[in-house]
């Protein structure tokens, strides 16, 4: 008998308010850029891609675009983008 394996998406994991803040401050404590932009691009596939890319005033393919792997988004776009997904940073000092 053949397991069926489908593959991973953690947009899929992405259901509550609560579920994407600690996704977020996860992926905040690892201190890297890419893996922030990445990060953002699931909680966008988990909201809907073409519902957040409107509030953004961009187009879908223009925020898979900033977001995906070769991205390089502005600090303007990344500010919109984490203000439509309903998400807050907060600065702490370093331990």
Do not use: C, F, W
Request: aromatic letters at 4%; hydrophobic letters at 40%.
């Amino acid at each position: 008998m053949k397991t069926k394996l489908t593959p991973y998406d953690t947009a899929d994991y992405l259901k509550t308010e609560e579920d994407i803040a600690g996704y977020i401050d996860a992926v905040l404590e690892e201190n890297d850029p890419q893996l922030l932009i990445a990060a953002l691009g699931d909680v966008a596939r988990a909201r809907g891609m073409s519902s957040v890319a409107k509030e953004v005033g961009a187009s879908r393919e223009h925020l898979y675009r900033s977001l995906s792997a070769d991205g390089n988004p502005s600090a303007t776009t990344l500010l919109k983008i984490i203000s439509v997904l309903g998400i807050q940073l907060h600065a702490t000092p370093a331990k």
